[in-house]
Protein backbone atom coordinates (compact mmCIF):
# COMPACT_ATOMS: atom_id res chain seq x y z
CA UNK A 1 0.00 0.00 0.00
CA UNK A 2 1.36 3.17 -0.99
CA UNK A 3 1.58 6.18 1.80
CA UNK A 4 1.45 9.43 0.52
CA UNK A 5 2.75 12.49 2.77
CA UNK A 6 1.89 15.71 2.63
CA UNK A 7 3.81 18.89 3.99
CA UNK A 8 3.65 23.15 3.71
CA UNK A 9 0.83 23.74 4.80
CA UNK A 10 -0.28 26.09 8.01
CA UNK A 11 -1.39 29.95 8.45
CA UNK A 12 -1.03 32.49 5.76
CA UNK A 13 -1.89 35.79 5.51
CA UNK A 14 -4.18 36.90 2.34
CA UNK A 15 -1.52 37.58 -0.76
CA UNK A 16 0.87 35.19 1.02
CA UNK A 17 2.23 32.01 -0.41
CA UNK A 18 2.81 28.78 0.57
CA UNK A 19 4.52 25.28 -1.38
CA UNK A 20 2.60 22.14 -0.60
CA UNK A 21 4.86 18.77 -0.98
CA UNK A 22 3.77 15.32 -1.35
CA UNK A 23 6.09 12.70 -0.99
CA UNK A 24 5.66 9.32 -2.12
CA UNK A 25 7.46 7.03 0.15
CA UNK A 26 6.79 3.64 -0.94
CA UNK A 27 6.83 3.81 -4.72
CA UNK A 28 9.78 2.72 -6.86
CA UNK A 29 11.19 5.48 -9.46
CA UNK A 30 9.84 3.68 -12.12
CA UNK A 31 6.39 3.10 -10.89
CA UNK A 32 6.19 6.93 -9.85
CA UNK A 33 6.73 8.17 -13.42
CA UNK A 34 3.78 6.31 -14.78
CA UNK A 35 1.13 8.04 -12.63
CA UNK A 36 -0.84 10.77 -12.58
CA UNK A 37 -0.99 13.36 -9.74
CA UNK A 38 -3.41 15.58 -8.57
CA UNK A 39 -4.20 17.95 -5.94
CA UNK A 40 -7.59 18.38 -4.54
CA UNK A 41 -8.93 20.73 -1.20
CA UNK A 42 -11.82 20.45 0.84
CA UNK A 43 -13.24 23.34 2.59
CA UNK A 44 -15.93 22.86 5.60
CA UNK A 45 -18.97 22.20 4.50
CA UNK A 46 -18.24 21.59 0.94
CA UNK A 47 -17.36 18.49 -1.67
CA UNK A 48 -13.82 18.04 -2.25
CA UNK A 49 -12.78 19.63 -5.57
CA UNK A 50 -9.80 18.77 -7.82
CA UNK A 51 -7.36 22.23 -7.59
CA UNK A 52 -4.07 20.80 -10.11
CA UNK A 53 -3.15 18.15 -11.69
CA UNK A 54 -0.13 16.85 -13.50
CA UNK A 55 -0.30 13.74 -15.86
CA UNK A 56 2.59 11.46 -16.24
CA UNK A 57 3.14 12.57 -19.99
CA UNK A 58 3.50 15.92 -18.97
CA UNK A 59 0.03 17.61 -18.99
CA UNK A 60 -1.24 19.85 -16.12
CA UNK A 61 -4.50 21.72 -15.86
CA UNK A 62 -5.61 23.54 -13.23
CA UNK A 63 -9.35 24.89 -11.79
CA UNK A 64 -10.80 28.14 -12.81
CA UNK A 65 -9.94 29.62 -9.55
CA UNK A 66 -6.36 28.97 -9.32
CA UNK A 67 -5.46 29.14 -12.52
CA UNK A 68 -2.51 32.24 -12.93
CA UNK A 69 -2.21 31.83 -9.06
CA UNK A 70 -1.17 28.02 -8.45
CA UNK A 71 1.44 25.76 -9.97
CA UNK A 72 1.90 21.70 -9.99
CA UNK A 73 5.33 20.36 -10.46
CA UNK A 74 6.66 16.76 -10.14
CA UNK A 75 10.35 15.73 -9.11
CA UNK A 76 10.44 12.24 -10.21
CA UNK A 77 14.04 11.49 -8.74
CA UNK A 78 12.47 12.52 -5.60
CA UNK A 79 9.16 11.39 -5.82
CA UNK A 80 7.72 14.37 -4.97
CA UNK A 81 4.83 16.67 -6.00
CA UNK A 82 4.49 20.27 -4.80
CA UNK A 83 1.66 22.72 -5.45
CA UNK A 84 3.03 26.67 -5.11
CA UNK A 85 0.60 28.86 -4.25
CA UNK A 86 0.48 32.45 -4.51
CA UNK A 87 -1.88 35.14 -3.99
CA UNK A 88 -3.62 33.24 -1.56
CA UNK A 89 -7.28 34.45 -0.58
CA UNK A 90 -9.44 33.26 2.11
CA UNK A 91 -11.25 31.08 -0.15
CA UNK A 92 -8.40 29.30 -0.56
CA UNK A 93 -8.66 27.95 2.78
CA UNK A 94 -9.27 24.35 3.02
CA UNK A 95 -7.46 20.59 3.39
CA UNK A 96 -5.30 19.96 0.79
CA UNK A 97 -4.93 16.41 -0.73
CA UNK A 98 -2.68 14.96 -2.90
CA UNK A 99 -3.76 11.98 -4.91
CA UNK A 100 -1.51 9.22 -7.27
CA UNK A 101 -3.70 7.89 -9.86
CA UNK A 102 -2.59 4.79 -12.37
CA UNK A 103 -5.73 2.71 -14.33
CA UNK A 104 -5.41 0.07 -11.46
CA UNK A 105 -4.43 2.07 -8.52
CA UNK A 106 -5.70 5.20 -6.42
CA UNK A 107 -4.15 6.77 -3.48
CA UNK A 108 -4.92 9.32 -1.02
CA UNK A 109 -2.18 11.54 1.39
CA UNK A 110 -4.17 12.25 4.54
CA UNK A 111 -4.20 16.17 3.93
CA UNK A 112 -2.79 19.17 5.16
CA UNK A 113 -4.43 22.38 5.77
CA UNK A 114 -3.95 25.61 4.62
CA UNK A 115 -5.86 28.61 6.14
CA UNK A 116 -5.53 31.79 4.93
CA UNK A 117 -6.46 34.86 6.91
CA UNK A 118 -5.73 38.02 8.33
Known amino acids: QEQLVESGGGLVQPGGSLRLSCKATRMITSVFWSNDFSWYRQAPGKERELVAA???????NYADPVKGRFTISRDNSRKRVLLDMSNLKPEDTAVYYC?????????WGQGTQVTVSS
Open 54 to 60: HNSNGDT
Open 99 to 107: NARTKNTNY
